[in-house]
């Protein structure tokens, strides 16, 4: 289909796909146990998405995606067998619970395999305002991407770009298991970039800017979006290069978040069972100062994971991961829990909306709360080992003095320990970013490693 479709018939065509989806479910579901399998789990997708590049004026890319397809799984026993396919014909279904129930008869016993307790299962589906397709056609999105860009591209600095995109989707998928669970999901969403360069010869700079959320309604306007970028490209101009010294580091938002996210890898059942995670037998043990709580809300209205269920049908729910800064437990699957002969946290499939709560000293106006530090805001290669903690990776961004930004660094590298920064964490910002499924404010490190020339 050639756009995100909007009218007045747009919900009458979501429940007839997803009586189709489910209708695949139910029957793949029949066919398993009718082929001798004890139990099966089967989910069945749609999605369409249209996504369009505009660069120096001219349309790039123009892209338009439509996808289907089925994951099934069978288990014999404890035997577990896995297949999909990417076509919802009869035909192709049927070959694909035939590989499924080939591979289960081939495949070693695990006792940790098989489906989540029947008790489990989600039982209530409330609205969570995930679904809102709108007429995003292929000139209303080139006319989008061309504002964003021209906006950015008014300042004399920009010299170049690299390109203004936009993009919109929908999905549709219908989860189903032998003990008799169906669940549906829907969802929308939109986004907008752009990406500019600045300066001359070995002087330039380049950066960026993004928005994404569920309504393209809620999208910042795409001026903003173009602004931005030239902004964040034209004050890395003239960037320094910086000795080697400890000093504070200040992580802008859209950087801080990853430090969330590896703390939630580090706790993830998978890190866990195969003993490659620094926090394995960690739970309840103070890991951050007292003031840091950090929540995951799944159930939360137009979150970018909200979800009423996991991948294993299990109902979701809020939980505090971190309270007063002692974690209080895994993120766990199923499987994963099983391994560690624990109960599930309805975290098949990862985790759904967390939030790290602004805290610490000075979380009002971080930037201020700063004599002299580092101010990270683009760090850069994979120079993180869950297995120690250690953290070491290229970093650019502005050293801070007095509270303001005094000049842009380049070529630094940062590094510590994870137990050492989260340990060390003086603030959390109040000023959050929502545009991820991990949302966090501006994080103070009391001090790292920073090595420069």
Not at 130 to 138: E, F, G, Q
Not at 193 to 214: F, P
Request: proline fraction near 3%.
């Amino acid at each position: 289909m050639s756009d995100i479709q909007a009218s007045s018939s747009a919900e009458f065509q979501r429940d007839q796909e997803l009586d189709r989806l489910e209708s695949v479910v139910r029957d793949i579901l029949g066919q398993a146990r009718s082929k001798g399998c004890s139990d099966a789990e089967v989910t069945a997708h749609t999605s369409q998405g249209l996504s369009v590049t505009v660069r120096m004026g001219d349309v790039d890319v123009l892209e338009h995606t439509r996808d289907s397809g089925v994951d099934v799984t069978v288990y014999r026993g404890r035997n577990k067998g896995h297949a999909n396919c990417a076509d919802l014909s009869e035909k192709s279904i049927r070959e694909c619970v035939d590989r499924a129930i080939d591979i289960a008869r081939f495949t070693q016993e695990d006792p940790c395999n098989g489906l989540a307790a029947r008790e489990l299962m989600a039982s209530d589906f409330p609205d969570l305002d995930l679904w809102h397709p709108v007429s995003l056609d292929a000139e209303a999105a080139i006319r989008r991407a061309k504002v964003i860009e021209a906006a950015g591209r008014e300042d004399s600095g920009i010299t170049n770009s690299e390109g203004a995109s936009v993009s919109g989707g929908l999905g549709l998928a219908v989860y189903g298991n032998s003990h008799g669970f169906i669940g549906r999901s829907s969802g929308t969403r939109y986004s907008q970039n752009c990406v500019l360069i600045g300066g001359k010869g070995d002087a330039m700079q380049r950066d960026y800017s993004y928005d994404s959320r569920r309504s393209l309604d809620d999208l910042e306007a795409p001026e903003i979006t173009g602004q931005e970028a030239a902004q964040r490209t034209l004050r890395r101009l003239n960037a320094r290069k910086l000795g080697t010294a400890q000093m504070p580091v200040l992580f802008a938002p859209d950087v801080a978040r990853s430090l969330v996210g590896h703390l939630v890898a580090a706790v993830s059942g998978s890190a866990l069972y195969r003993n490659s995670s620094f926090l394995k037998g960690s739970a309840g043990t103070q890991l951050f100062p007292e003031w840091v709580n950090i929540m995951e809300k799944p159930r939360l209205p137009r979150g970018q994971g909200s979800g009423n269920f996991d991948a294993d049908g299990v109902a979701t729910r809020d939980r505090t991961l971190v309270e007063d800064g002692v974690l209080t437990g895994y993120v766990l699957g199923e499987y994963s829990a099983r391994r560690l002969g624990l109960q599930t946290t309805a975290n098949s499939g990862g985790v759904r909306n967390v939030f790290l709560s602004p805290g610490g000293d000075g979380f009002e106006n971080p930037l201020a709360a700063v004599d002299r530090a580092l101010l990270v805001t683009e760090v850069m290669g994979q120079g993180v080992k869950l297995v120690t903690g250690d953290y070491s990776r290229g970093a650019a961004g502005f050293i801070v003095e007095n509270g303001e930004l005094a000049y842009p660094v380049e070529e630094v590298t940062i590094a510590a320990n994870l137990r050492d920064m989260f340990a060390g964490m003086q603030l959390a910002g109040a000023d959050i970013d929502t545009r991820g499924n991990i949302q966090a404010g501006s994080i103070l490190i009391e001090r790292m490693m920073v090595a420069g020339q």
